[in-house]
Structure formats: C-alpha cells, structure tokens
Nanobody, 126 residues
Framework: EVQLVESGGGLVQPGGSLRLSCVAS????????MTWVRQAPGKGLEWVAN????????FYADSVKGRFAVSRDNAKNTTYLQMNSLKIEDTAMYYCANLPYMTNSGDLAIGAIQSRGQGTQVTVSS
C-alpha cells in the first residue's frame, strides 16, 4: 500500500522560508519519480514540481521557479520541497505523490496521481 506522509508546513510571513518533507513507503521509492502539488482553498490542484528517480532531473512550475527547490534522499525514502521567498499566493495545502513516469508536464503529473498523503498546510501571511 502506498503511503505518503507530508510534514513541515506552518505559518510564515511573506519572504520567509519553509522546508517540507514527504516520507514515502509501499513502492520502490528509489525507482520512482515524485511530484509536489498544492491546493489553495476553493481551487483545484496546482502542479509545483517533478523530480526524477535519482534527483538528476527536476521540472518546476513557472510560479515557483527560482524560489522553490525539490530534492530527494533515496536512502530515507524522502523528498523535500525547500520554499524560499514565500508569497501570500503560495498559501495552500501541499501534497507529494508518486508518478508512474517522469514528465515535464504539470497536467500529466496531476492526471497521473493515484494517491496522495494527508498534505501539510502552508500559510503565508503578515
């Protein structure tokens, strides 16, 4: 059974930073691409980034490029989302998910999500 547990969210002021973690189990993590997505209140899922199985290829949504950085530690079955220069519009529930294939398309990544964790809330407010 696929299990994904996100953590690290919280309340932060604009311009601040947070690092989210996602611990995965139930599938071969070191052979699996991962995605980060988010959902703001009243809105649909928004793609954030994809990372391939060894972390050597990463794609970002334009809205976060240059501010967010995805990484992974396959020894710990964990992927991370470092978020810097946070903006009010980054406020959302953040989720990670495993992907059946690596893609540079946010739409394909969202369409390929079969399971998500409970998410971790990020609130950016002054």
């Amino acid at each position: 059974e696929v299990q994904l547990v996100e953590s690290g969210g919280g309340l932060v002021q604009p311009g601040g930073s947070l690092r989210l973690s996602c611990v995965a189990s139930g599938f071969p993590f070191d052979n699996t691409a991962m995605t980060w997505v988010r959902q703001a209140p009243g809105k649909g899922l928004e793609w954030v980034a994809n990372i391939n199985r060894d972390g050597g290829t990463i794609f970002y949504a334009d809205s976060v490029k240059g501010r967010f950085a995805v990484s992974r530690d396959n020894a710990k079955n964990t992927t991370y989302l470092q978020m810097n220069s946070l903006k009010i519009e980054d406020t959302a529930m953040y989720y990670c998910a495993n992907l059946p294939y690596m893609t540079n398309s946010g739409d394909l990544a969202i369409g390929a999500i079969q399971s998500r964790g409970q998410g971790t809330q990020v609130t950016v407010s002054s």
